[in-house]
């Protein structure tokens, strides 16, 4: 468990998504986890209780992921909307991207990897497309390794998301 403390590059959009998300997990879901424990001890025999097993790994999951988002937030390095530059690809901005092999044009955005979610298009700062793209500027070339082979995006536009 080395990461403990590793720093985690949120915005404040991220921030924010994490307060929500614990003082739901410490308000609603925590009461509802108790409460299913209670239940369950009330069935008696708790050897043969899938009910309570349950409800117990429910409770460890729970408080674990409470102490995860509490030190992500402790170890928080929040990156101000006024810091962000646009002159390169940097954390915190959107980059549109043209892709020479097959002529699309595509956005991320990227960000702290707690905040990645490829489905919306935020890109880790530590994965291959995001590490690929910091520190380069519109109209650079760039090539980058992923799964399949490489791609070579061509930087159109980077802005403030």
Known sequence: MGETNKQVI????????????????KTVKRKEVTQKI???????????????????NEQAFVEG???????????????DEE???????????????????????????IVGSAEADPATMKISNEAPIGKGLLGKKVGDKVVIQVPDGTTIFEILEIKKR
């Open 10 to 25: 949120l915005t404040y959009e991220g921030v924010k998504k994490i307060e929500q998300e614990l003082e739901y997990l």
């Open 83 to 109: 810091d962000i530059k646009t002159d390169t690809v940097s954390i915190g901005t959107t980059v549109r991207v043209k892709d020479l092999e097959y002529g699309d044009e595509l956005e991320f955005t």
């Open 38 to 56: 209670k239940t369950a001890l009330s069935f008696g025999d708790l050897s043969e209780n899938s009910e309570y097993d349950e409800a117990k």
């Open 65 to 79: 992921r409470i102490a995860t988002l509490e030190n992500m937030l402790k170890n928080a390095k929040v990156i």
